[in-house]
Nanobody, 121 residues
């Protein structure tokens, strides 16, 4: 039905940058809420960035000023530009999509398989 495929994860040094991509198998215009979650061992799952169909964005305090979420509706792709990476950013990052921002924050029906981001010196 709907597939979300993440790419762009990897190993970087502190202070480095990565750009994650989330390619959807369907048009993302109908997903008013799209975003990136992350989860690390011992930590609660966290919504780090979200974007609406119109382009409004929200960020977790932990990444504000360092991460930028964007979307290209023509390419059915959502991006997460991560700059000034810190070791505490190490986690599996998941793309998620929902028809509303409320569903995105609570019970997103669509998830990617995740991509590992490791920040280590």
């Amino acid at each position: 039905q709907v597939q979300l495929v993440e790419s762009g994860g990897g190993l970087v040094q502190p202070g480095g940058s990565l750009r994650l991509s989330c390619a959807a198998s369907v048009s993302i215009f109908g997903f008013n809420g799209m975003g990136w979650y992350r989860q690390a061992p011992g930590k609660q799952r966290e919504l780090v960035a979200a974007i609406t169909s119109a382009g409004s964005t929200n960020y977790a305090d932990s990444v504000k000023g360092r991460f930028t979420i964007s979307r290209d509706n023509a390419k059915n792709t959502v991006y997460l530009q991560m700059n000034s990476l810190k070791p505490e950013d190490t986690a599996i990052y998941y793309c998620a999509a929902a028809s509303t921002m409320g569903f995105l924050r609570s019970t997103p029906p669509y998830w990617g398989q995740g991509t590992q981001v490791t920040v280590s010196s």
